[in-house]
T-cell receptor
C-alpha cells in the first residue's frame, strides 16, 4: 500500500517567492495534518483537517501560511511570501477512522528559503 | 504547560548492549502516548501506542512501557539498523487529535 505522498521532496527558493507544498494522504484516511520540524522547535502541528474541513489552524505561524484540502486525496500548504525563517522540513500525516490517533507521516519536504 | 521531555538527547551503544530511552510527560490527563522512529531524511514511522499505566508493547527488539509519569523504550541487544532518532508524543485527554512531541533521542548502535 502506498503511504503518504509529498512533493516536492526538496525546495530551494528565494525570499519573497511563493512556495506550494503538496500532500496525498493514505487512501481511506479522513484526517490530515501538516507539521513543521526544526532543530530548535522540534515537530509542531500547523493545521489539522477532518473530512476535508480545517478544524484547528492555531499552529499556522502567520497569515503568510495557508492550507487547503479540496478533496479527500489532496492537500496543499502555501507560503506567500516566503522568508528565510520558514526554512524547515514540512511533514504531512494522515489518520484513519479507527478511533485511535495513530498518525502516519509522509517523507517530508525540505524547504530552504535563501 | 504541557511538556514532553526525552532523555538522553543522544545515546551510543555497542551492538548487543541493551539500554532504555526515557520519555517523561506532564499533561492534564493522558489519552495516549506514542513512540515513533525517525531515520535521517525520512518522516517519523509509527511504532507503538500506550494508553494506560502498566501497559507494555513489544516489537522485535523494542519494548515500550508506561507509568503515570513516564514511558520507557527498552532496546534489547540492539543492532546497527536500530540507529535512528526515537520520538515520543503524548495526546492529552481533552484532545482527539493533537500530539505534543518530545525533542527525541538520537540512538547510534555501533557494530
Amino acid at each position: 500500500d502506498a503511504g503518504v505522498i509529498q512533493s516536492p521532496r526538496h525546495e530551494v527558493t528565494e525570499m519573497g517567492q511563493e512556495v506550494t507544498l503538496r500532500c496525498k494522504p493514505i487512501s481511506g484516511h479522513n484526517s490530515l495534518f501538516w507539521y513543521r520540524q526544526t532543530m530548535m522547535r522540534g515537530l509542531e502541528l500547523l493545521i489539522y483537517f477532518n473530512n476535508n474541513v480545517p478544524i484547528d489552524d492555531s499552529g499556522m505561524p502567520e497569515d503568510r501560511f495557508s492550507a487547503k484540502m479540496p478533496n479527500a486525496s489532496f492537500s496543499t500548504l502555501k507560503i506567500q511570501p516566503s522568508e528565510p525563517r520558514d526554512s524547515a522540513v514540512y511533514f504531512c500525516a494522515s489518520r484513519g477512522l479507527a478511533g485511535n490517533n495513530e498518525q502516519f507521516f509522509g517523507p517530508g519536504t525540505r524547504l530552504t528559503v535563501l | 504547560e504541557d511538556q514532553v521531555t526525552q532523555s538522553p538527547e543522544a545515546l551510543r551503544l555497542q551492538e548487543g548492549e541493551s539500554s532504555s530511552l526515557n520519555c517523561s510527560y506532564t499533561v492534564s490527563g493522558l489519552r495516549g502516548l506514542f513512540w515513533y522512529r525517525q531515520d535521517p531524511g525520512k518522516g517519523p514511522e509509527f511504532l507503538f501506542t500506550l494508553y494506560s499505566a502498566g501497559e507494555e508493547k513489544e516489537k522485535e527488539r523494542l519494548k515500550a512501557t508506561l507509568t503515570k509519569k513516564e514511558s520507557f523504550l527498552h532496546i534489547t541487544a540492539p543492532k546497527p539498523e536500530d540507529s535512528a532518532t526515537y520520538l515520543c508524543a503524548v495526546q492529552e485527554g481533552d484532545s482527539s487529535y493533537k500530539l505534543i512531541f518530545g525533542s527525541g533521542t538520537r540512538l547510534l548502535v555501533r557494530p
